[in-house]
Each structure stands twice: as C-alpha cells, then as structure tokens.
C-alpha cells in the first residue's frame, strides 16, 4: 500500500448493482474497487444493502446497519422504558419523551432504541462512509411495518457533532445530548470486536470527544448521557452527577441546572 492508497473503495456485488456504486463513489468522492486488494476498506452495494469491510486475510465479516434482522431487529419488540438503562440515563418516565441528539451515531443502535420507545433522536455522525451505511439502514427499515413509526422519529444529520451542538439556535436545543464515543478497551462481544475493528480502521479513537461534551453542556436543556465502559475514567475527567453501572459499560449522567 501507497501513501497515495485510498482508505476505502466502493465494490458492488453483482453487475445489477454497478450504477448504484458508481453514483455512490460519486457523492462520497470514493475511487471505485479494481480488486479485493486496492484498499484497506470496501463499501459494497449489494442486494443485502451497504455493507463495509476490512479486506485481506483475517478479517471480520462485513458490519452493516441492520434495524429488521440481528440483534436490533430480535430486540425491538422486547424493548421497554424499564429493561433499557439506557432510558433511565436519558431520562424517559412516565408519557415523557425528551428529544435526544446522538453525536456519535455510530451504527445508529443506541438512537434506533431511545426512537423504539418514542423519542425523536437527531444522528449526528462525522464520518461520511459511516453516514452513508446509516442512511442505508434507515431507508431499509423505513418501509417495514413496525419499523416505520420508530425510523420517521430519526433524522440523520452528517457532520462534526461539536460544530452541529454549537450552531444550535435557542430553538432547537435538545433535551438530552448523548454521546459514545469510540474507546480503545471495550466489550470483548465478538460482534463489537468486529465493528470496533471496521469503525477504527475508518475513524480511529474520537480524540476530540471532551469537547462534544464541553459542547453539549452548554446546549442540552436537561442533561447529557456519556456511554463508557465500566471502569474507565469519566470523559476529559469531568465528574458526572451520577452513573448507571452496567456488566460492561456504564452510563455517566451529567443533569442540568
Ligand atoms: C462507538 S461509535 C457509536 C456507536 C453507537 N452508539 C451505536 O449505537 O451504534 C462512535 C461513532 O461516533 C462518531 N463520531 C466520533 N466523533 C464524532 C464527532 N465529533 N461528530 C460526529 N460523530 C462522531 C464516529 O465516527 C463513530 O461512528
């Protein structure tokens, strides 16, 4: 590999799904994939949706945004204001509904449980390929009954989370900011190692994660939400308010005023 290598390529899998991955390449300004080898990271168009994944041997299957089947889609019907400590961090009681922006969307599974319960969660995500497999996953889930009510709650908004926080009018301040940032040490779940493997390659550790919260600290109308894992440092050393202790992660609740 060159210095001149591109991160990552768009692939398609199958000749049908060519013009998708060139208009896609277009838009995210992305060579398109010669050869498994051209790149360290395909995003493959296929019929299953967007997909990405690390090329060469040893590597972890491919990670996709994924609300119908999987995990997300066998728990959605079992998610409730009471089994969820993410819902407790965020604040949900009673017919309450606090609006949530997620600044680190990631695969968008944290914001797609708070949306299941009747939030209305704005995505914010940094990373353009990210963004792309989200908007992927929502548009897939948006035409599955069931789905459909939780997806119209998510918006999805691609950029730097501290520039969106600090360019929020009076208006549109959230209820809650929450945020997860990427971690060097987290769950050991095979499925976690396989996206924090992908989501690395891409991103890297979000170094910058002490000033989204300076940010969100300053926007948040109730309180702000840190997922971290369960014996790490609270972010940039701010002590939150209180904690909700889990097996693995923990969330660090900061409340306002
Ligand atoms: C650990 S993942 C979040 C996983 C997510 N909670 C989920 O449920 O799928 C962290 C994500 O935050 C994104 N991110 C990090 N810093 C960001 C920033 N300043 N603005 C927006 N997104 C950011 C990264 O690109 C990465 O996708």
Do not use: W
């Amino acid at each position: 590999m060159t210095s001149s290598t591109p991160r990552v390529c768009v692939a398609f899998d199958g000749e049908a799904f060519r013009g998708d991955a060139e208009a896609l390449a277009a838009i995210l300004g992305l060579p398109l994939a010669t050869g498994p080898d051209d790149a360290p990271l395909h995003l493959t168009v296929s019929a299953a949706g967007l997909s990405l994944s690390l090329t060469g041997p040893d590597t972890p299957g491919p990670v996709r945004v994924d609300f119908i089947s999987g995990r997300l889609g066998y728990r959605q019907a079992r998610i409730s204001p009471r089994g969820e400590s993410l819902a407790r961090a965020v604040g949900l009681r009673g017919n309450e509904r606090p609006s949530v922006v997620d600044a680190t969307a990631g695969l968008g599974r944290d914001a797609f449980v708070l949306a299941s319960l009747g939030c209305r969660v704005t995505l914010v995500e940094r990373e353009p390929v990210i963004a792309a497999l989200l908007e992927d996953g929502l548009a897939r889930a948006a035409g599955q009954p069931g789905l459909a009510d939780a997806v119209a709650r998510m918006h999805l908004v691609q950029g730097n989370a501290r520039d969106y926080l600090s360019a929020l009018d009076e208006t549109a301040r959230p209820d809650v900011v929450y945020m997860d940032p990427m971690y060097p040490h987290r769950d050991k779940s095979a499925l976690v190692k396989k996206e924090m493997r992908v989501f690395r390659a891409l991103a890297g550790d979000d170094a910058d994660a002490p000033e989204i919260l300076a940010a969100a600290l300053r926007v948040a109308r109730r309180r702000v939400v840190v997922k971290r894992p369960a014996r790490a440092e609270p972010l940039g050393g701010r002590r939150p308010g209180h904690r909700i202790p889990g097996k693995t992660t923990r969330f660090d609740v900061y409340v306002k005023g």
